[in-house]
C-alpha cells in the first residue's frame, strides 16, 4: 500500500507541478485560513492524521470516515481590527458511497464608510468572502484512503464582486497499527469564474505532503508537512533589507552565504508539531512555521511568530478544541471550535 501511495503522489506531482505558477498569489486569501481550532494549533493547513473530527475532516477529505457521521462543528476566530471568520461543518456516512462532509466559512471583513474624492459621505458599506466546502471520501483499498473537496467562492465587496471555484484532492496512507500516517495533498487548484473589473486572478495553489507518527509507548505524535512543493523560492525580495550587504564607505558587496540561503529556503518549506493526547477526552498541541517567524520579523523586537499553540478536551458528546497562532508581535488570531456528535 505504501509504494502504490508513492506513485499516486509522484503522478500527481508531475501532472500538477506542470499547472504550477511562479506569482506570489494574493486572490481569495479565505481559502488559506485556517477554520479548525485542532489543526490551527498546530499551524499548519490539515492534519495527516486519521481522526474522528469532522472539523479536520473538513480540511483533509481523504480522512472522512463513518467515525465521523453525524458530526456538527462550529468555529469563531477573532482576526484583526474587528475582522472575523465563523465556520461550520458536518459529515454523513452512506454504506455503499462513502462518506461526505458539508460546511462553509465566512469572514466579515466590517463596515466602512463610502467616501467621495471630495470628502462627502454617501454612505456605508460591507465586505465580505464566503467559502462553501462539498468533500467525499472513502477507503480504496486497505491503508489508502483517498478523497476531494469541492470550494465554491462568493466574495462580495461593496458593489463588486467575484465567484470561483476551487477544488481539494488527497490521498492518505495508514499503517496496520495506525503509528504513521501520510497524506499527499494539492489544494486550492480550479479558476476564477467571474473577476472584480475585468481583472482575472489566480487561486492560492500547492502541493503539500505530511507524515505524522505516534510513539509506541507515550501519548505523544509528531508532524511534518512539506508545503508550497510546487515552487522552491519562497524568500521575499525586500529591498529595504536586502540579503547582499553593501559597505557605505567601500561600496564592497558582501554576498550571502550560499549555504545559508539554501537551508533557510529549505525551512520555509517545512512545518513542525506535535500533540499530547494521554487520553480521548483531552489533548494539547503546539507546532512551528519558521517562514511564518521570518516574514514577520522585527529586528530588534522579541516575538514569537511563528508559533502556534492549543488544546482540546471533551465531556459526553461535546468537544471544544482552543487554538492561538502567534501571527506576529502585535497581533495574535484565536480559534475556538465546538464538535458535537449528534
Known sequence: ????????????????????????????????????????????DFLPFYTNDVSVGITNPSIL????????????????????????????????????SFGMNYIGYGNFRRMEASGDQTGDFSANDYMFTIGWGRMLEENLYFGANMKPIISQYDNYSSTAIAFDVAATYLSDDKSLTATFMVRNFGAQITSYANTEEKLPFELQLGFSKKLAHAPFRFYVVATDLQKWDLRENDPLNPRDEVDPFTGIITRENTFKGILDNTFRHLQFAADF??????????????????????????????????????????????????????????????????
Not at 26 to 36: I, P
Not at 71 to 94: C, E, H, K, M, P
Open 65 to 100: 470516515s463513518r467515525e465521523m457521521n453525524n458530526q456538527f462543528s462550529v468555529g469563531y476566530t477573532d482576526l484583526f481590527a474587528g475582522i472575523w471568520q465563523g465556520n461550520f461543518a458536518y459529515s454523513r456516512t452512506f454504506d455503499k458511497l462513502g462518506s461526505f
Open 277 to 342: 493526547q494521554p487520553s480521548k477526552n483531552f489533548y494539547a498541541s503546539f507546532g512551528y512555521s519558521w517562514k511564518q517567524s521570518r516574514e514577520m520579523y522585527i529586528e530588534d523586537a522579541f516575538s514569537l511568530a511563528g508559533l502556534s499553540y492549543g488544546f482540546g478536551f471533551s465531556v459526553k458528546k461535546f468537544r471544544i478544541s482552543y487554538a492561538r497562532n502567534e501571527y506576529h508581535k502585535f497581533g495574535s488570531p484565536n480559534h475556538l471550535t465546538l464538535l458535537v456528535s449528534i
Open 1 to 44: 500500500m505504501l509504494k502504490r501511495f508513492a506513485i499516486f503522489c509522484v503522478l500527481s506531482f508531475s501532472f500538477l507541478f506542470t499547472m504550477a505558477q511562479e506569482d506570489v498569489y494574493e486572490s481569495y486569501a479565505v481559502l488559506n485560513l485556517r477554520s479548525s481550532a485542532r489543526v490551527a494549533a498546530m499551524g499548519l
